[in-house]
């Protein structure tokens, strides 16, 4: 018989709602009972793609006597932290703080009034590694609660007060100036692996955000060395093994320092930063990888992500049937040199293992191997790789698929939105920029309210129950604005300002500019989260410096440009000390330091010849966080459009920064000089 989690919308609670475990979700009423029944909370976070979340389930709450034990003596909830990343935060701050590290699936005791007592993150059906079993740690922790509960409570109150004081330190609330990013870069390149691209040893991360801020400090400064950091980082991504050469996308991590064998979950968010991360490279340098990267990832998201009300799901599983029934991570992706041959013959399978590296050893496990693009000398005829990649294509497409997680993230879907309407616009796909229409169109019609409040996820055009949080109001209203600049739609400009609205209203500390990821106005937790950090993606708080400045760019507003400057103060604090975790935030210290510029293109119509040429070259422009606004004069689509006539009865571009105004100019190459100078 499903518990309680056979109503959710999340598709990682729904493949615990068959467990013999009583599942709760997070509620009110779960934590009620725990205080009716005088019994601990035992908290389980995961999310839909997390591997050794699936391996748990299956050994211990799929388990009949692990559940009957569980169900006599706790309340068990369980969360997504991709749903409530507000509740995923709080604890897993908790986590780190006792146990110097963190991860999921994440396990937290808590008393009936959620203060934490004991944790940890995956714990095995037996004793293993020195590790104690579950059950061990189950009944270990039930017979605490019963024969020392003094003991547990005030363990449990300095948890709480202890997180209650770590405050985090905002520097002086100033930009960060040129002295705090060169040291920013210099921290970086020291962290730089040269040999194989990225930042530090293995695990290895794609640091996207990080590369954002190299591409632009190199537009400002024409540092050679950041520019030559991403562009080798880009390129040993692109031939690793965490790229999908067939497929196109990226995988979420790559287990060595070579980007050989990734962790095989391919995620929306490091999809849409690292497409958006390789058209911005392409822009800067004209790159024939970087744009091929960024079109594939493209068509991957679109390909595989896109659900049927036009927004875009969260994850792919890293594991799949490998045709025995059972699931393996990776088993839709590896290839041996024998299922080569099989597929392509003898003589392009011989072929195909050399150019992609599989080898009879395997680089993975049981002689299977990752495809990548290793550096050789062997010239290989362009049209025989096209047709020995679109038969591998088919044949893997035979395989059982790895599984989707079909729920909507707002601020995910914001950042998709940026990156396809960039790419759309940068390679002539109307369809890449339709699709991030279509996302767009789904975000105001399910995700927003009459008063422009965000619900931060969605399934099967259902809108979900949790409000969003920081980063969505941030990332979808990056998205918009990315948007407005493509379309010359002035709609997404106003959206964006109503979600910036509300995190001037309900995100922001009114004394010290700060910002915290749950609203004001949000459900109470121990600790109300606030992380400046840049992680997986970008933090809500640096995320929402970008799109304030952006916006006040666009607009004038001088309440958003001191709200973006306030916010990153963290950045002067933490650029020069931690780079490879702030770097949006330094990206967007950047666009400050150069402005940003404020580029109107006037013109009949964006049908008109000379009108495209100069928005185009305004979009390919690549001073740091540059704003683009294009429509017919007199349009009230922009207010950078305002009194800015036709010159001489041409289509004219207008650039301004820091109050200062350059001629304007009909002609597309002068309108490149002035956005490159």
């Not at 779960?30 to 019994?39: I, L, P, S």
Request: charged content about 25%; proline content about 6%.
């Amino acid at each position: 018989m499903p518990n309680r989690l056979a109503h959710e919308t999340s598709p990682y609670l729904l493949q615990h709602a068959d467990n013999p475990v009583d599942w709760w979700p997070w509620s009110a009423e779960a934590f009620e009972e725990a205080r009716k029944r005088n019994v601990p909370v035992l908290l389980s976070i995961g999310y839909s793609s997390c591997h050794w979340c699936h391996v748990m389930a299956h050994e211990s709450f799929e388990d009949q006597e692990t559940a009957d034990y569980l169900n006599a003596h706790y309340v068990s909830v369980k969360v997504d932290r991709e749903e409530r990343p507000d509740v995923d935060a709080v604890y897993m701050e908790a986590v780190q703080a006792a146990t110097g590290h963190g991860g999921w699936p994440m396990t937290v005791f808590l008393t009936p009034d959620a203060e934490p007592f004991y944790f940890g993150t995956y714990f095995p059906p037996a004793p293993r590694q020195g590790m104690p079993s579950f059950r061990q740690v189950l009944q270990g922790v039930h017979q605490a609660w019963e024969d020392r509960r003094e003991e547990v409570d005030e363990v449990a109150g300095k948890i709480v007060r202890d997180l209650t004081g770590r405050e985090i330190s905002y520097g002086d609330a100033q930009t960060p100036g040129e002295q705090e990013v060169a040291q920013a870069l210099l921290a970086l390149t020291r962290e730089y692996d040269p040999q194989r691209g990225g930042f530090g040893g293995a695990p290895k991360f794609p640091p996207s955000m990080v590369l954002e801020f190299l591409l632009r400090h190199h537009a400002r400064t024409g540092a050679e060395g950041a520019l030559q950091m991403a562009s080798d980082t880009c390129e040993r991504m692109a031939r690793g093994g965490i790229y999908d050469q067939l497929g196109g996308g990226f995988a979420r991590y790559s287990v060595d320092r070579d980007w050989v064998v990734p962790h095989f979950e391919k995620m929306l968010y490091d999809n849409a930063l690292l497409c958006r991360v390789y058209a911005h490279l392409w822009r800067a340098t004209g790159s024939e990888l970087a744009r091929r990267v960024a079109l594939e990832t493209a068509d991957f998201m679109v390909r595989e992500l896109r659900t049927d009300e036009g927004g875009f799901a969260s994850a792919l599983d890293a594991d799949s049937d490998d045709g025995t029934g059972r699931h393996v991570e990776g088993a839709y992706y590896v290839w041996t040199p024998e299922q080569l041959r099989e597929v392509l013959g003898e003589q392009d399978g011989e072929l195909a293992a050399r150019y992609f590296g599989v080898t009879e050893e395997g680089t993975f496990e049981h002689g299977q191997s990752v495809l990548q693009l290793p550096q050789q000398d062997e010239l290989f005829d362009a049209d025989k790789v096209a047709s020995v990649r679109e038969r591998l294509l088919a044949k893997r497409a035979e395989r059982p698929a790895p599984g989707r997680d079909d729920k909507v993230v707002a601020a995910w879907n914001g950042l998709a939105i940026a990156a396809l309407a960039e790419t759309g616009a940068y390679f002539d796909r109307p369809d890449l920029v339709e699709a991030a229409l279509a996302a767009a169109d789904l975000l105001v019609r399910l995700h927003l309210d009459e008063q422009a409040r965000l619900t931060r996820t969605s399934k099967d055009g259902h809108a979900g129950a949790n409000a969003g949080v920081l980063e969505d109001y941030a990332d979808v209203a990056e998205g918009f604005l990315a948007l407005g600049s493509v379309t010359g739609e002035g709609v997404w400009l106003e959206f964006a300002g109503f979600l910036l609205d509300h995190v001037l209203a309900r995100f922001t500390d009114p004394e010290s500019g700060s910002l915290f990821d749950t609203a004001a106005d949000a459900e109470r937790l121990i600790r109300r989260p606030q992380d400046p950090t840049d992680n997986a993606a970008p933090s809500g708080w640096t995320a929402a410096a970008g799109a304030l400045l952006s916006y006040a760019a666009h607009t004038g507003s001088e309440p958003h440009r001191t709200a973006a400057e306030k916010a990153l103060g963290v950045v002067k604090a933490l650029g020069p000390r931690v780079p490879r975790f702030i770097g949006w935030g330094l990206a967007v210290a950047e666009a400050v330091l150069d402005g940003p510029r404020e580029v109107a293109i006037v013109g009949p119509s964006l049908a008109h010849e000379g009108t495209r040429a100069l928005h185009r070259t305004a979009l390919l422009g690549t001073a740091p966080g540059s704003v683009v606004a294009v429509g017919a004069p007199e349009s009230e689509e922009f207010p950078l459009l305002a009194d800015r006539p036709l010159v001489g009865g041409e289509p004219a571009a207008y650039v301004c920064r820091n109050f200062t105004c350059d001629a304007p100019t009909t002609e597309a190459d002068r309108l490149r000089a002035v956005l490159s100078s």
